[in-house]
């Protein structure tokens, strides 16, 4: 498995955590931020082992067109943040809503 040109290490808790997924899933050393998962050795069996980790860790709901789409850790990273930033935002629009409808009354 070979690794991108140049190693881009993690910023973000997404991206730390992503690289310390696909490490233990592709059994490497080391995954920089902008290593294609299916350079590197995945492939779609490891895609959905992934998917149900990301899910449960993230609380998100990733599908597996997602990993054929996002196949490295940033834009994977930026994806989960996205979905994440939804999820965190969806209880605030149904309070909103519900304040509305009894504004109305």
Known sequence: AQLARQHVAPVTDTEHTLCAIWQSL?????????????EIGGHS???ARMLTTL???????????????LRTVRELSRHIDFLDTLRRQEPVA????????????
């Open 45 to 47: 069996l490891l895609g």
């Open 94 to 105: 149904q309070t909103s809503a519900i304040h509305q409808e009894e504004a109305e009354w």
């Open 55 to 69: 899910n449960e860790r993230f609380g998100i709901t990733l599908h597996l067109k997602d990993i054929f789409e």
């Open 26 to 38: 592709l059994k490497l050393d080391r995954v920089g931020i902008d290593d294609h998962f299916f």
